[in-house]
């Protein structure tokens, strides 16, 4: 069965940094792309940062650029998003899910080609 799991959300004040983790089980390669997600109340799921299988090519939302870095580590089954410089504006229930193909040349934010998704994980950005 496959699954992802999050974790590492939380409460933290502007301008701080936590690491989110997104643990993979039930794959039986590492031929699937990892991409972060986030919904705020009232606001569609929208696309933060992909990473191609192999960890080389990533892709990031222009809202998040320079302060966010997805990467991942085949070993552990584990992708993380390191998220510096949170404003309130980052507020929202974080989710990773997988893509198994077919792929294009680079991974995708497009929430509809992913198949597998987590439960998320709560960050809140409060002043």
């Known amino acids: 069965q496959l699954q992802l799991v999050e974790s590492g959300g939380g409460l933290v004040q502007p301008g701080g940094s936590l690491r989110l983790s997104c643990a993979a089980s039930g794959f039986t390669s590492d031929y699937y792309d990892i991409g972060w997600f986030r919904q705020a109340p009232g606001k569609e799921r929208e696309g933060v940062s992909c990473i191609r299988g192999h960890g080389i090519s990533t892709k990031y939302a222009d809202s998040v650029k320079g302060r966010f870095t997805i990467s991942r580590d085949n070993t552990k089954n584990t992708a993380y998003l390191q998220m510096n410089s949170l404003t309130v504006e980052d507020t929202a229930v974080y989710f990773c899910?997988?893509?198994?193909?077919?792929?294009?040349?680079?991974?995708?934010?497009?929430?509809?080609?992913?198949?597998?998704w987590g439960q998320g994980t709560q960050v809140t950005v409060f002043s």
């Open positions: 899910a997988a893509d198994r193909g077919p792929f294009s040349s680079t991974c995708t934010t497009d929430k509809g080609r992913y198949d597998y």
